[in-house]
């Protein structure tokens, strides 16, 4: 048995980053069909950010182990599972548990990660690539030629969903803050900035005809400005409600009235197209097609980072001991791509 100890950071009630727990314990040892990886990277994500104020609208109950996803080795196999397994470097998406050094995970959840890409790099694709990945090529089937309208371009998702759409010859317009836009012209993205430009007014100029597709993460009313943007056939994939990540209230409220509005704009007789993604989507229903589907996207995000067709864009990089640091660092608004939780 290994003389390493259990590190894990737990999320104990509706608290400030600085109140996270940090907790010993022994590594878990991998029961039928499962592996235990010891975690090399973890992430930030939003999901946590809103975890911590208790507006994720399926967080399990506090106090718990956060943490979407993580990237690591196989440390030990449990039965049934092919042994030689242990060594490989696993990237796995799970929602919660991901701020711990051991992590144990269901072996047909683990996507292998190829020779030559960083923990850390890898770490920044996992749940930002599948989600980006699905989202232009799953919801919105984006084609050549086309133009898409992504909010928040500079941000986790919204960078990588940029360079994906921009490998696959899609003309991309991204709203983000002034401070981004040199980075984002040097990727060959038009920048909006959506704290002093009339958003809707300036996307007009520039397609007059309207988007093909709109990302949105935001929710509220600016789902309901990206709506009236998109051309005839278009689709809108709103991914979140980050516009009320501080507000008191329901935390189902938003998400709701967001799914409310889509299955309207659906009645509609006008050819376009409104999604609401969320990333577990058919996982409940159908865990073999939802796991393969996983692991083919994630596999190919992976192969886009290989090719250099998307580039990781690692914030910082902490120990897991200073995740209250990371917390901040992340909900700062300050850094641009993923801020990383190392063991």
Same mark, same amino acid.
């Given at each position: 048995?290994?003389?390493?100890?259990? !590190?894990?950071? !737990?999320?104990?009630?509706?608290?400030?980053?600085? /109140?996270?727990?940090?907790?010993?314990?022994?590594?878990? %040892?991998?029961?039928?069909?499962?592996?235990?990886?010891?975690?090399?990277?973890?992430?930030?994500?939003?999901?946590?950010?809103?975890?911590?104020?208790?507006?994720?609208?399926?967080?399990?109950?506090? #106090?718990? &182990?956060?943490?979407?996803?993580? =990237?690591?080795?196989?440390?030990?196999? *449990?039965?049934?599972?092919?042994?030689?397994?242990?060594?490989?470097? &696993?990237?796995?998406?799970?929602?919660?548990?991901?701020? %711990?050094?051991?992590?144990?995970?269901?072996?047909?959840? &683990?996507? #292998?990660?190829?020779?030559?890409? $960083?923990a850390a790099e890898a770490?920044?694709?996992?749940?930002?690539?599948?989600?980006?990945?699905?989202?232009?090529?799953?919801?919105?089937?984006?084609?050549?030629?086309?133009?898409?309208?992504?909010?928040? %371009?500079?941000?986790?998702?919204?960078?990588? +969903? =940029?360079?994906l759409a921009q490998a696959?010859?899609?003309?991309?317009? *991204?709203?983000?803050?002034?401070?981004?836009?040199?980075?984002?012209?040097?990727?060959?993205?038009?920048?909006?900035?959506?704290?002093? /430009?009339?958003?809707?007014?300036?996307?007009?100029?520039?397609?007059?005809?309207?988007?093909?597709?709109?990302?949105?993460?935001?929710?509220? @009313?600016?789902?309901?400005?990206?709506?009236?943007?998109? %051309?005839?056939?278009?689709?809108?994939?709103?991914? *979140?409600?980050?516009?009320?990540?501080?507000?008191?209230?329901?935390?189902?409220?938003?998400?709701?009235?967001?799914? $409310?509005r889509v299955w309207l704009?659906?009645?509609? #007789?006008?050819?376009? @197209?409104?999604?609401?993604?969320?990333?577990?989507?058919? @996982?409940? +229903?159908?865990?073999?097609?939802?796991?393969?589907?996983?692991?083919?996207?994630?596999?190919?995000?992976?192969?886009?980072?290989?090719?250099?067709?998307?580039?990781?864009?690692?914030?910082?990089?902490?120990?897991?001991? @200073? !995740?209250?640091?990371?917390?901040?660092?992340? /909900?700062? *608004?300050?850094?641009?791509?993923?801020?990383?939780?190392?063991?």
């Open positions: 048995m290994n003389a390493e100890g259990l !590190v894990e950071v !737990v999320l104990p009630g509706k608290v400030e980053p600085e /109140e996270l727990e940090i907790r010993h314990g022994a590594v878990p %040892a991998a029961g039928p069909g499962q592996v235990v990886i010891r975690m090399e990277a973890t992430g930030v994500s939003f999901a946590e950010q809103q975890m911590r104020r208790g507006r994720y609208y399926d967080q399990p109950a506090f #106090p718990f &182990v956060p943490g979407y996803d993580l =990237v690591g080795t196989i440390l030990t196999t *449990g039965e049934g599972v092919e042994p030689g397994l242990a060594g490989t470097r &696993v990237a796995a998406l799970v929602k919660v548990g991901g701020w %711990a050094s051991h992590v144990l995970v269901d072996a047909a959840d &683990v996507v #292998p990660v190829p020779d030559g890409i $960083g770490e920044t694709m996992v749940v930002n690539g599948i989600t980006a990945w699905q989202m232009l090529h799953r919801k919105a089937r984006i084609r050549a030629g086309q133009t898409i309208l992504v909010h928040g %371009a500079n941000g986790g998702v919204g960078s990588v +969903l =940029v360079q696959a010859d899609v003309k991309v317009i *991204g709203t983000a803050s002034a401070r981004h836009h040199d980075g984002l012209r040097e990727r060959g993205v038009i920048p909006v900035d959506y704290r002093t /430009e009339d958003v809707a007014a300036r996307v007009r100029e520039l397609a007059p005809g309207g988007v093909d597709a709109v990302f949105d993460h935001v929710g509220g @009313r600016s789902a309901v400005d990206s709506w009236h943007l998109l %051309a005839p056939g278009g689709t809108l994939v709103s991914y *979140g409600s980050a516009s009320t990540r501080d507000d008191e209230g329901s935390k189902q409220w938003p998400v709701l009235k967001l799914l $409310g704009w659906n009645t509609l #007789p006008n050819r376009r @197209r409104a999604y609401f993604f969320n990333v577990w989507a058919g @996982r409940a +229903l159908a865990k073999d097609r939802f796991r393969a589907r996983l692991r083919a996207d994630l596999t190919e995000v992976f192969e886009a980072l290989q090719r250099g067709d998307v580039t990781a864009q690692i914030a910082a990089q902490l120990p897991l001991t @200073r !995740v209250a640091d990371a917390l901040r660092l992340a /909900e700062s *608004g300050t850094v641009a791509g993923k801020v990383v939780l190392n063991p």
